[in-house]
């Protein structure tokens, strides 16, 4: 089924972006040329050279080596972000579309009250209750965002909870835990896929606003929507400063995004294959 994935020249553009920035990200403190958190007053908005590659900040810090550590939280929490969204959502979406009745209604009015808010403006109101602290945005997202996982997952449930293997599965005696992990899980593993490579963008973009609105991660530690909260104090002198925080961001989530798509029409059983 992944045949047409790998042929896919975007996708295995995005695949090198997203495996080449995780690289980076890992081995960070082996490849950045400077200390990204050394300041040099006297060297600030130096051009770029081959000791300052993307040149340096307003502090005079080198925004190469801030940019590679700042990879670690931009996409490591939003990782995390993800895991956490994405646990909590199969866990009860499964239950609810598995079990239905009362379990499957008290389970689903819940996800109905999260939904009916906008959930940035959820995660904000989250975040100012609990304080300003990336534990806090990571706990506020994943509150808000299991919601709308629970609810897709619900529905590939409930498509393969009355297929023949899961009946026969069930008339020979097995119990509901069996069934739910060695049958429920691996049938909708596909959509899992598409949906995680599709909300890891959303919660890279998710991140970084709240990094730069100032509510997530807080400076001077390197990230890159912290970075263009920075740079924004010196767009009108020298704004450049924004233009390397703001496109790395732009193209991994594009990455991700079209990742996703191309991981969607992959597995998508309807598709048609040469």
Same mark, same amino acid.
């Given at each position: ?7 896919? $020249? ?10 080449? !920035?995780?690289?980076?990200?890992? =081995?960070? $403190? ?5 200390? $990204? ?19 340096? /900040? ?9 940019? #590679? ?8 929490? @939003? ?5 956490? !969204? ?17 379990? /499957? ?49 619900? !529905? ?8 023949? =293997? ?29 949906? &995680? @490579?599709?909300?890891?963008?959303? &919660?890279? #973009?998710?991140?970084?606003?709240? @990094?730069? #609105? ?43 995004? =079209? ?5 969607? /029409?992959?597995? /998508? $059983?309807? &598709?048609?294959?040469?």
């Amino acid at each position: 089924m992944l045949k047409q994935f790998f042929k896919n $020249p975007l996708a295995l553009m995005c695949l090198v972006i997203v495996g080449g !920035t995780a690289f980076l990200g890992i =081995f960070a $403190p082996w490849i950045v040329p400077h200390d $990204p958190y050394a300041n040099n007053i006297l060297n600030k908005f130096a051009s770029p050279s081959w000791a300052y590659p993307l040149g340096t /900040d307003q502090l005079g810090r080198c925004v190469f080596s801030r940019m #590679l550590y700042g990879i670690r939280p931009t996409l490591f929490l @939003s990782l995390v972000v993800m895991l956490g !969204t994405l646990g909590l959502g199969v866990l009860l979406g499964t239950i609810a579309g598995y079990f239905r009745g009362i379990v /499957d209604e008290v389970i689903m009015r819940v996800v109905d009250i999260m939904l009916s808010f906008p959930s940035q403006i959820m995660i904000l109101a989250v975040v100012a209750l609990l304080g300003v602290d990336i534990r806090n945005v990571i706990i506020a997202t994943i509150f808000i965002k299991w919601a709308w996982y629970a609810r897709m997952i619900r !529905t590939a449930t409930i498509k393969y909870a009355e297929m023949n =293997f899961v009946l026969f599965s069930r008339s020979i005696g097995s119990g509901n835990l069996y069934i739910l992990t060695r049958h429920m899980l691996p049938c909708i593993a596909a959509e899992l896929a598409v949906l &995680a @490579s599709l909300d890891m963008g959303w &919660a890279i #973009l998710n991140i970084s606003t709240l @990094s730069f #609105l100032g509510l997530g991660v807080q400076a001077p530690v390197p990230e890159w929507g912290a970075m263009l909260n920075e740079a924004k104090n010196v767009m009108a002198s020298n704004p450049e400063q924004m233009i390397v925080p703001g496109l790395a961001v732009v193209v991994l989530v594009g990455a991700f995004n =079209f990742l996703g798509d191309s991981l969607r /029409d992959a597995l /998508d $059983p309807k &598709a048609v294959r040469s």
